[in-house]
DNA sequence: CAAGAGTGTCTAAAAATCATACACTATCGG
DNA sequence: CCGATAGTGTATGATTTTTAGACACTCTTG
């Protein structure tokens, strides 16, 4: 069941830290807690991590979680493959959106249910490891930008970048 | 000024919808309103649309918005690039967020700001518009997936469905 | 009607991809 | 330490895809 690997947990409360530990424990096969997000980075360089759980409220109030979004950019930035699941009060609902506009893969509100919670970390994971061939993402690609120029096969071939022979050939399958 | 074509405002309160027509009327060249959302699809299948404002709250409370839920999905359906944006009562911002997983492209509470409104509905337009090369959606997918693979390139070509040489050949460029 | 834009198709040349192969390195269990 | 396994980097020739260029056709529009 602990086939999750790593989770990084990121909490200024020590308390939520131990019940992260305690709750996660069973799910991942490895709970790393942090409760300051300096060494975030450090600690993703060190340490392969599979997902990140992110609280938003350090600072208490004095900057409306703009703090947390400054971390969510620097992991995003560095490891664009690793997702990261926001916490924030619900209140704050607006900077958890923030957050999900500035590519966090989902948000929970505190005070949180630990099923929701796995459930969350869980599909966030998952999501992040689905690979699609490549072949595929051309094919969706192709078929958004025709559908886009409304039909106009020329113009889809010049916006891509190819000839519209080509595009012909890959429309055909 | 007048360049960002045609919006589709579906609501139940025609006086939103009489707000809606002088507020958008400046900015885009037709605005057509809907009291209720079962013309949708019908016209967005006679008229091009270029973006849709949806409010949820149809049926007042009926279902919590189930209804404007399922409206969005048919959009999205039938027209993926279509950007839709969603209106909702600050209380529900929830149900804003279970909408942007749906597919929409952004959401604005209500009561609104016109500036803002009008910024959200520009940038989902802009954004629906943006046409990336064929050859760039490849080559940020290969990045991708080689990262996912933690740099194993027999592994990381073979879920991309292509060589290993070949994607030396991808990489390199 | 004439011009312009788009379509559907063809050819031969150029480029990309494939299967296969070989030498090399690193890791791991016996 | 040795052999097995997995991965890397590179090469070759055959095959497939893409390209440039061209031609005939349809539509729309001034």
New interface residues.
């Given amino acids: 069941m602990k086939d999750y690997g790593t989770i990084l947990v990121v909490d200024d409360n020590p308390a939520i830290l131990t019940a992260a530990r305690i709750c996660l424990g069973g799910v991942f096969g490895k709970v790393i807690t942090l409760a300051s997000p300096e060494g975030i980075l450090a600690t993703m360089n060190q340490e392969?991590v599979d997902v990140v759980l992110l609280d938003m409220n350090f600072t208490l109030g004095v900057n409306s979680g703009q703090d947390g979004l400054l971390w969510l950019r620097s992991i995003h930035k560095r490891h664009?493959?690793v997702p990261v699941v926001l916490v924030t009060a619900y209140a704050d609902?607006?900077l958890?959106?923030r957050g999900?506009k500035d590519g966090a893969a989902d948000f929970v509100t505190k005070p949180w249910d630990n099923a929701e919670l796995v459930r969350t970390l869980k599909d966030a994971i998952d999501k992040?490891?689905e690979?699609?061939?490549?072949?595929e993402?051309?094919a969706e690609?192709?078929r958004?930008?025709v559908?886009?120029c409304?039909g106009n096969i020329s113009k889809a071939a010049e916006?891509?970048?190819?000839t519209r022979q080509t595009l012909y050939a890959k429309i055909k399958k």
């Fill in positions: 392969r664009p493959d609902i607006k958890a959106v999900l992040s490891k690979i699609v061939p490549l072949e993402v051309e690609h192709v958004r930008v559908e886009k409304h916006m891509l970048g190819i």
